[in-house]
């Protein structure tokens, strides 16, 4: 089984800054693509940020420049992602989802797994 596990949500007043963190953990060969999405109160759930094994990355254009995607490939470091979040405005709350695509074994396909969501909120 694999495990995705977030921290680093909470509130912060507008041109704040937030750093989100995500642990992947459990039997893990290869972890192709990790990424953040978010979910606005009644709204559908949507793409913020990825990176990929190459390190790419990729943005939506509402937070480029403010949000930040990264990896940490430590010998330790577990998989984890993180997105670095400034100039924070009140249109970024949300909950913040992360994602990996990771195989198990050589033999295995690429599978979705998600984190339990963190809530980000922006206000004054």
């Known amino acids: 089984q694999v495990q995705l596990v977030e921290s680093g949500g909470g509130s912060e007043q507008p041109g704040g800054s937030l750093r989100l963190s995500c642990a992947a953990s459990?039997?893990?060969?290869?972890?192709?693509?990790m990424g953040w999405y978010r979910q606005p109160p009644g709204k559908q759930r949507e793409l913020v940020a990825t990176?990929?094994?190459?390190?790419?990355?990729?943005?939506?254009d509402s937070v480029k420049d403010r949000f930040t995607i990264s990896r940490d490939y430590a010998k330790n470091a577990k998989n984890t992602v993180y997105l670095h979040m400034s100039s924070l405005k009140p249109e970024d709350t949300a909950v913040y989802y992360c994602?990996?695509?990771?195989?198990?074994?050589?033999?295995?396909?690429?599978?979705?797994?998600w984190g339990q969501g963190t809530q980000v909120t922006v206000s004054s």
């Open positions: 994602n990996a695509k990771i195989s198990q074994s050589p033999y295995d396909p690429l599978h979705d797994y």
């Open positions: 990176i990929m094994h190459n390190d790419d990355t990729n943005y939506v």
């Open positions: 459990g039997t893990i060969f290869r972890t192709y693509h």
